[in-house]
Nanobody
Framework: QVQLVESGGGLVQAGGSLRLSCAAS????????MGWFRQAPGKEREFVAA????????YYAGSVKGRFTISRDNAKNTVSLQMNSLKPEDTAVYYC?????????????????WGQGTQVTVSS
């Protein structure tokens, strides 16, 4: 069974950092693009960052560009999200996902496998 498990969430003060990790099991995703999304209470799920299968390209939402960095390790079947200079508005449940379509890495509709999410809370 294909599974994605996120970890690394928690409570941090504004200006702090967290590193999220996503471990894939059940099959290798080394040939698939992967992404991170987030959903805050009462809001739609939104794109955060994505990375192509060979780490050749990365994509970021404007709200996190320059603060977050996505990376992957295909040998370990993991993808990570380094989050620096966190703001209270970054508070959300963060999900990693595997893209099954390759046309638009920022669109949630392109992703077919999702993790259960990890909570990130940034206090002011």
């Amino acid at each position: 069974q294909v599974q994605l498990v996120e970890s690394g969430g928690g409570l941090v003060q504004a200006g702090g950092s967290l590193r999220l990790s996503c471990a894939a099991s059940g099959r290798t995703f080394s040939t698939y693009n992967m992404g991170w999304f987030r959903q805050a209470p009462g809001k739609e799920r939104e794109f955060v960052a994505a990375i192509t299968w060979n780490s050749g390209a990365t994509y970021y939402a404007g709200s996190v560009k320059g603060r977050f960095t996505i990376s992957r390790d295909n040998a370990k079947n993991t993808v990570s999200l380094q989050m620096n200079s966190l703001k209270p508005e970054d508070t959300a449940v963060y999900y990693c996902a595997v893209a099954i379509l390759g046309r638009n890495p920022t669109a949630a509709t392109q992703y077919g496998v999702w993790g259960q999410g990890t909570q990130v809370t940034v206090s002011s």
